[in-house]
Nanobody, 127 residues
């Protein structure tokens, strides 16, 4: 098993930047693909970004491409989501998720594919 805890959320103005962190504990984090999801009030939880356990392959939601960057440091058991040029529509609770994977190159984009979730961190972007 792996336990996940997000941090770095907060209240910022539109155009600002934030970096979310995801600290993992438990089994070897390097064998887990990772994803960041978000859920706004009244909406479904949606994928923001995904990364393979090697870190070499990534995918992004169209709404964040060019603004957000997902990364990881397996030695530190950490995942990150760098968010630039934030918009009010980015306001949501952000969750990191992990899935054990036999492939170092594969990332996962569907909620149901992930086995482990953090409790979430709130990001609020004011206009």
């Amino acid at each position: 098993q792996v336990q996940l805890v997000e941090s770095g959320g907060g209240l910022v103005q539109a155009g600002a930047s934030l970096t979310l962190s995801c600290a993992a504990s438990g089994r070897t984090f390097s064998s887990y693909a990772m994803g960041w999801f978000r859920q706004a009030p009244g909406k479904e939880r949606e994928l923001v970004a995904a990364i393979s356990w090697s870190g070499g392959n990534t995918d992004y939601a169209d709404s964040v491409k060019g603004r957000f960057t997902i990364s990881r440091d397996n030695a530190k058991k950490m995942g990150y989501l760098q968010m630039n040029t934030l918009k009010p529509e980015d306001t949501a609770v952000y969750y990191c998720a992990a899935k054990w994977s036999t492939s170092s190159a594969r990332y996962y984009t569907a909620r149901y594919e992930y086995n482990y979730w953090g409790p979430g961190t709130q990001v609020t972007v004011s206009s």
